[in-house]
């Protein structure tokens, strides 16, 4: 075992602490990284805080991962010292499964995740990012193009994925007409990735400063869902909504803005249900409302290598691990603009 130092949550009502443990041994299919920055999630927030009830503590949060690999065993081939790498949600699954089989492994019932989740090798709970270095196995392993700036580049490991998964899903392309519910972690990036592949894409937000900065992401109309008219005006008028608000909300306000056939899709995880949307908003349009989860590992690397491509990473504010717990509290504020990104060199200082 190898030691690590990182910063944990011990209960759920504490702050995070630093926190020394171990990583397994390298096997011969694994890939060790030297984590250089890390992404904070919101789900890292209800995590620590057990707001979905699953949580085994001590938990060390993050899975938007950044780094160097530092050394790799004796059979990978894809990787080698000093790579740029990346690693997200997951950290291994089934692989035989129909979901691994296709390529969809964040939907493999044995996935493993990369913090609280049972480790195959250990028996433990696996720990996250929010530490000095990392043991994976390298199919979870993502290469990241040297290009892209790499502090910028953790939040696509999860924020990206999330957001590009469900565009990719539903074919969004030019001519489509997309509208984004929010404009926070998840919603900026969807901004990014709808423009990026061409839709007309439509901002909705309940902060009227938040016009500009919307359109600087890429949005080309910004809607205050609070104001009954402009909502109104673009009634049955969407292919494509992406609900990435993590509260919970009347979905029936999006709903009615879909064409027949248009999808609503949910990828905010609130800790509270919404409340149930009307069927027959649903029924009468034959519209859909759907979920997406993250993006397997093929589908995670073809979105960075789109990035690289067009230049796409997230708006960050960098910060020391010592501010992790102001940072928590200024996310439930919406007060970043828009992913925390943790500089782990910070951790020689904890």
């Not at 979105?303 to 940072?327: G, K, R, W």
Request: charged share 20%; aromatic share 8%.
């Amino acid at each position: 075992m190898q030691a690590a130092i990182g910063y944990a949550a011990f209960h759920h009502d504490t702050p995070l602490v630093p926190f020394q443990f171990k990583r397994r041994e390298l096997t011969a299919t694994d890939v060790q990284i030297e984590i250089l920055y890390c992404g904070v999630c919101h789900s890292d927030i209800h995590q620590v805080r057990n707001e979905w009830g699953s949580s085994t503590f001590p938990i060390v949060p993050g899975h938007e991962i950044v780094g160097k690999v530092t050394a790799v065993g004796s059979e990978v081939t894809n990787f080698s010292a000093g790579d740029s790498v990346g690693v997200g949600c997951m950290v291994d699954s089934c692989g035989e499964c129909a979901d691994c089989q296709e390529h969809l492994e964040q939907y493999c019932n044995h996935a493993v995740f990369t913090y609280n989740s049972p480790d195959k090798h250990t028996g433990t709970s696996t720990y996250g990012g929010y530490s000095n270095q990392i043991v994976v196995d390298q199919h979870f392993v993502l290469k990241i193009a040297e290009t892209l700036d790499l502090a910028a580049a953790a939040p696509l490991l999860c924020a990206g994925i999330t957001t590009y998964s469900p565009l990719k899903q539903w074919q969004i392309g030019a001519g489509d007409k997309v509208g984004v519910v929010g404009l926070g972690g998840l919603g900026h990036m969807a901004v990014k990735f709808a423009h990026a592949l061409g839709a007309h894409v439509v901002l909705f937000t309940t902060s009227a400063n938040k016009i500009d900065d919307a359109k600087r992401l890429g949005a080309d109309e910004v809607v205050i869902s609070k104001n009954p008219d402009e909502m109104n005006a673009h009634a049955q008028s969407f292919d494509f909504i992406l609900n990435t608000v993590a509260a919970p909300h009347n979905l029936d306000a999006f709903t009615a803005l879909l064409k027949r056939d248009g999808t609503l899709c949910l990828v905010g995880v609130p800790d509270q249900p919404h409340p149930s949307p009307s069927v027959g908003n649903l029924i009468f349009k034959r519209r859909r409302l759907a979920g997406s989860l993250i993006g397997g590992i093929q589908e995670t690397q073809e979105m960075l290598d789109f990035c690289a491509v067009h230049n796409i990473t997230s708006d960050i504010e960098l910060i020391p691990i010592q501010q992790i717990n102001e940072a928590y509290e200024r996310v439930l504020k919406s007060d970043v603009k828009y992913r925390f990104v943790i500089d782990l060199a910070s951790l020689k200082n904890a």
